[in-house]
């Protein structure tokens, strides 16, 4: 990043606190790392090793061991004509992953609008964050008595028909290791035995969608169905929740139905890629609905 218009580097540093001195060398070394790459993030054109040991206030020597591991992962690059270490292309792949998600929630809003219109429940789109579900956005339902989140809460992946809806398509080692993790019991209904999560899952997989009957809180059912990444892997995951005297049993064929088709559209509209036992459940179950 560039500084702004009639900054000077020396104004710039005012910005930079001083480097926290860690109780472990790790945890130190892993701070000073992070402050060069927010120093290099700030200008475009570069810094000199000399430039980079003044802003951090480190001894020259540190600063370039720092720089060289920094290079081999490709987090930083370096120039040797003009002696210029800049932001590597591995900033940008990293980068990309939170700039994905924060394009898809954009790029999925009017079609989370439109199945909040076709089902009247609000709608949920929550991303795969570690062993977590992340609530990206919602979109409120109309009605009175509607469930709310805000953005931003997590949740336990075993829990969640978001988080099922991902998990099942995930490979089989993650879920034996959130299993060993331990999993949670959030209400009476909650699934905390592995036996009975991959059980749940292997039936996920079949019907293409997922259901929180009760499990994170009572009175609350939701159906989600999973979204994927150009490489056919489970990034995120669209959800309609709704208190259960709303959001009844016999409403279940026709909600995964629109869920799975909203979720699959924004798959497409992110440049993603529908696994090919997805496809097949769609084309076998939502030949006549639409999501608009």
Request: charged fraction near 25%.
């Amino acid at each position: 990043m560039a500084l702004l218009p009639g900054k000077s580097r020396n104004d710039a540093s005012r910005k930079v606190e001083p480097i926290l001195r860690e109780d472990k060398s790790s945890v130190q070394a892993l701070s000073r790392a992070l402050t060069v790459l927010e120093i290099l993030s700030e200008d475009d054109d570069g810094y000199r090793l000399v430039d980079l040991a003044e802003r951090s206030g480190l001894p020259a020597p540190t600063i370039h061991r720092l720089l060289t591991t920094l290079q081999q992962r490709r987090f930083v690059a370096f120039e040797s004509e003009k002696n210029l270490w800049r932001i590597g292309p591995q900033c940008f792949a990293v980068g990309s992953a939170f700039m994905q998600r924060r394009d898809m929630v954009a790029i999925a809003t009017p079609m989370l609008r439109r199945l909040r219109d076709i089902v009247g429940e609000t709608v949920n789109v929550g991303g795969l964050d570690q062993d977590e579900i992340l609530l990206l956005h919602q979109i409120e339902s109309k009605q009175t008595m509607r469930a709310i989140c805000r953005p931003g809460q997590r949740s336990p992946l075993a829990n969640t028909a978001m988080g099922k809806s991902i998990l099942a398509w995930l490979p089989p080692e993650r879920v034996t290791q959130l299993v060993q993790q331990g999993l949670p019991r959030l209400t009476p209904q909650s699934i905390n035995r592995g036996t009975a999560l991959h059980s749940a899952l292997r039936e996920i997989r079949q019907a293409g969608y997922a259901v929180d009957n009760e499990e994170v809180a009572i009175g609350l059912r939701c159906i989600a169905a999973p979204v994927f990444n150009e490489f056919s892997l489970p990034i995120a995951a669209i959800s309609v929740v709704g208190p259960t005297l709303r959001v009844t049993l016999e409403r279940l064929d026709g909600l995964s139905k629109s869920v799975m088709v909203a979720a699959a559209e924004v798959t497409a509209a992110i440049g993603g890629r529908l696994p090919v036992e997805v496809r097949a459940i769609i084309s076998t179950r939502m030949s006549t609905v639409t999501c608009g």
